[in-house]
């Protein structure tokens, strides 16, 4: 599905998402992801919600976003409650939905200018 941006001063916006692959600005990436307004990490480790472990969120807590929106996919899976607890207990929001659902808050939360990651499985 395409999404469109009127206009937007932020680097790196979602343009669209489909089947196997996100358009980030202009390019495709075809491995998940964490992508920030500022800042973009391709080739997120985890394949699966299952694959998560602490360690997959190191990085994108070190980068100290206010909030992590957590894209599971084509469907909204939940995490393990230990993994949840333990990324909340370092003081972040998370919000888990579909990689759609993800794909569209974050481009909305950037566009407001909010401190925002997305880590993002593809669909």
Known sequence: MKIS???THQKFAIRAYEKGQLIINEQ???NNLIIMPEQLIPDWRPQSVGDLTVADFDELLALKPGMIILGTGERQ???SAALYAEVTNAGIGVE???T?????TYNILMSEGRSIAAALMML
């Open 5 to 7: 941006l009127a206009a």
């Open 28 to 30: 495709a990436y075809r």
């Open 77 to 79: 899976i939940f995490p």
């Open 96 to 98: 888990i939905m579909n």
């Open 100 to 104: 759609p659902a993800a794909c569209r």
